[in-house]
Each structure stands twice: as C-alpha cells, then as structure tokens.
C-alpha cells in the first residue's frame, strides 16, 4: 500500500509539470496570435522572433524576407479570419512543433512553429508557412493511400 501511494504521488507530480511546459509553450503561440491579430503578422513575427536572440544575430537577412513574403502574402488574400492549432507535435520536454491554419477570406495560410526549451523558457527554433499546403491533401486522397 505505502508503495502505491508513492508511485501514485510521483506520477501526479510529474503529470503537473508536463502540463506546466505545455502551458508555457502554448502561452508564447496564444500571445504570438493575438498580437497577429490585433497588430498584424509583422508585429507578431518581430516578437516571436525576438525570444530567440540568434535569429537576429545570425539571420537577419533570411529573418526580414519570411516577414516581408507573409506580409505580401496577407496583404492581398483579404481579412484575417481566426487561426486553429491543426497539429501539436512533443518531442521529449524541450521540442514542441505546432501547425497552424491562418484563416483569411479568400484562402488559407499554414503556419509551422517549432518551439525549442534549451534552459528555463522556450524560444522559436524554426518558422516556416505556406500557401500551397492543400496540394498534400490532395495527394493523401488519393487512392493508393486508401487500406
């Protein structure tokens, strides 16, 4: 009995910080839509970007061509309409991986995050989007997909 309750009391221990790094990786993607938005994609780049210091050390140039194609890309693809988190993806405690479906009148945008936890607090690792994703549901329609 004494045996179970300490394997029960470690297991609810470690379960509350799994939900406690879940919540602080999914605070950064709420806080990164919401300044989306109200202030737009490029605010919400400039910040997301910002909580990983290399990016900007490393690459800013790459960095300021993802921001100004997303920015040209939603300038002409009508009003913002919402987001949904399609996909979150953990790997061990430090990597979770998030697609994202930007909603906008005229099409959709996907958005992929990849959160990294090095140390105490979780940073963007990689950001990627595009336009073109519906091509890989059409192809998974296919019928050699089919069982």
Not at 76 to 87: A, M, Q, R
Not at 121 to 143: C, G, I, P, R, Y
Request: glycine share 4%.
């Amino acid at each position: 009995m004494r045996c179970f309750i300490i394997v029960s009391f470690l297991l609810l221990t470690s379960c509350k910080h799994e939900k406690v790094t879940d919540l602080e990786s999914e605070k950064l993607i709420e806080s990164f839509f919401d300044t989306y938005k109200s202030k737009g994609a490029e605010m919400a780049l400039n910040e997301i970007f910002a909580t990983n210091k290399y990016f900007s050390m490393m690459h800013s140039r790459s960095v300021g061509e993802v921001k100004s194609k997303l920015v040209s890309c939603t300038d002409s693809i009508g009003e913002y309409c919402g987001h949904e988190i399609v996909v979150r993806r953990v790997i061990g405690e430090s990597l979770n991986h998030y697609s994202c479906i930007v909603k906008y009148e005229v099409q959709p945008i996907r958005l992929m995050l990849t959160l990294y936890k090095p140390q105490d607090t979780w940073v963007l690792f990689n950001f990627q989007f595009s336009t073109d994703f519906t091509d890989e549901l059409d192809e998974s329609a296919k019928f050699y997909y089919i069982e």
